[in-house]
């Protein structure tokens, strides 16, 4: 079996200290860039790789990072995944990913996070908290998502309701006059006894911010336009089928998407059917993905501001790894309306 490499036979191919290898490796300490590009360099020429256990044990840490997020089907995930990393990488630390499902919920990856060696995990919510004991955790934990920790957890959200509304009220203003909701509920339109009592969703508050903008203006939503869907492209691509085809419901100027995979679905079944975007029918998503930018019409959507979100979310939980006891915080991220092609 080939020795390990170590920190030392590092030290000696680059003729620097040990401490100056460490700060390298922790992206820590001051030294002129090309003395830290030769410790880079050497790094992955002998194949060196952290000792997590050892370090565990010689520091009480492991500089890791656990982020437990839903599926990959739709590009939000891998989004939050890499501003996540980069934010960690910024401050020293690596970060190991669970996954869980939308059926079995975070609590089936739970058990999981309990054997994996992370310092401290970030929790993403893909569903409204009901189990309160998922907030009481062995280690430090930050929630990231829309649903609200009610002051037993750091909190990183964004904000739902005025950026739909932001977004809807352009439409509104430039005169579209029949905006369909896509990934909507009407939902929060109920007047029943149990509205209150309900746990808000994002599909929810989103759809609020839709219904304010029309509010504002004097003007009733029409909810055979609103339409649920799984926020996934091909969702988008189902749900602008069916509106389409209802013969009950007006023919939309506009799209408002809750995500921007259904609004890349939508698209793509608009211009399958020959509907121009925008000259026929102007659409809009939410949280400008990458994959925005770079389809045919290119996507207006709501940049939530990702970068600051997993920033914060980063931040809050190595500040409880490192001691902190602070009263719980909650962090809601600002937002733009980027506009692109797929809108006048």
């Given at each position: 079996m ?6 030392t036979?590092?030290a000696r191919?680059t003729g620097v200290?040990?401490?100056t290898?460490s700060n390298v490796?922790?992206?820590t300490?001051s ?8 410790v ?11 000792n997590v256990?050892?370090?565990?044990m010689k ?12 599926d990959?089907?739709?590009p939000f995930?891998?989004?939050l995944a890499?501003?996540?990393?980069a934010?960690?990488?910024?401050r020293g630390?690596?970060v190991?990913?669970d996954?869980y499902n939308?059926?079995g919920?975070l609590?089936q990856?739970?058990?999981?996070t309990?054997k994996?060696?992370a310092d401290g995990?970030i ?6 908290i009901?189990?309160r ?14 649903y609200?920790t009610?002051g037993l957890a750091?909190?990183?959200?964004m ?5 739909v509304r932001t977004?809807?009220?352009?439409l509104?203003d430039s ?5 369909a ?11 029943d ?6 746990p ?5 508050m989103?759809t609020?911010g839709?219904m304010?903008?029309h ?12 339409r649920?869907?799984?926020w996934?492209?091909?969702?988008g691509r ?10 009950d ?12 995979a ?5 698209i793509?079944e608009l211009q399958?059917?020959g509907?121009?975007?925008p ?7 939410f949280d400008n993905v990458p ?10 959507t709501i940049d939530?501001h990702?970068?600051?979100?997993a920033?914060?979310?980063?931040d809050?939980?190595?500040a409880r ?6 009263p719980?915080?909650t ?5 733009d ?8």
């Amino acid at each position: 079996m080939a020795k390990r490499v170590t920190i030392t036979d590092v030290a000696r191919e680059t003729g620097v200290s040990i401490k100056t290898v460490s700060n390298v490796l922790n992206n820590t300490g001051s030294m002129r860039p090309e003395t830290r590009q030769r410790v880079q360099d050497a790094i992955e020429r002998l194949g060196y790789r952290v000792n997590v256990s050892a370090r565990a044990m010689k520091t009480g840490g492991t500089k890791l990072i656990g982020l437990a997020i839903t599926d990959f089907c739709q590009p939000f995930m891998p989004y939050l995944a890499d501003s996540i990393v980069a934010a960690a990488r910024s401050r020293g630390y690596a970060v190991i990913t669970d996954t869980y499902n939308s059926a079995g919920g975070l609590a089936q990856a739970i058990p999981e996070t309990k054997k994996l060696a992370a310092d401290g995990w970030i929790f993403f919510m893909g569903s409204p908290i009901t189990d309160r004991t998922i907030l009481h955790q062995p280690y430090p934990l930050v929630i990231v998502g829309d649903y609200d920790t009610q002051g037993l957890a750091d909190w990183v959200t964004m904000p739902n309701v005025e950026a739909v509304r932001t977004a809807v009220g352009a439409l509104l203003d430039s005169g579209c006059r029949r905006i369909a909701l896509i990934g909507g509920t009407a939902e929060n339109a109920c007047p029943d006894a149990d509205r209150e009592s309900r746990p808000e969703t994002t599909s929810t508050m989103r759809t609020r911010g839709y219904m304010l903008a029309h509010e504002e203006r004097g003007l009733q939503v029409d909810w055979r336009l609103v339409r649920n869907a799984d926020w996934v492209q091909s969702g988008g691509r189902d749900a602008v089928a069916g509106l389409l085809d209802d013969p009950d419901a007006p023919r939309p100027d506009a799209v408002m998407c809750l995500n921007d995979a259904l609004a890349i679905g939508v698209i793509h079944e608009l211009q399958r059917r020959g509907v121009r975007v925008p000259q026929d029918m102007q659409v809009i998503g939410f949280d400008n993905v990458p994959d925005a930018e770079y389809c045919m019409p290119g996507l207006t959507t709501i940049d939530p501001h990702v970068d600051d979100y997993a920033r914060h979310a980063v931040d809050m939980l190595i500040a409880r790894i490192e001691g902190s006891a602070d009263p719980f915080r909650t962090y809601v991220t600002s937002y733009d309306l980027v506009r692109r092609a797929s809108t006048c």
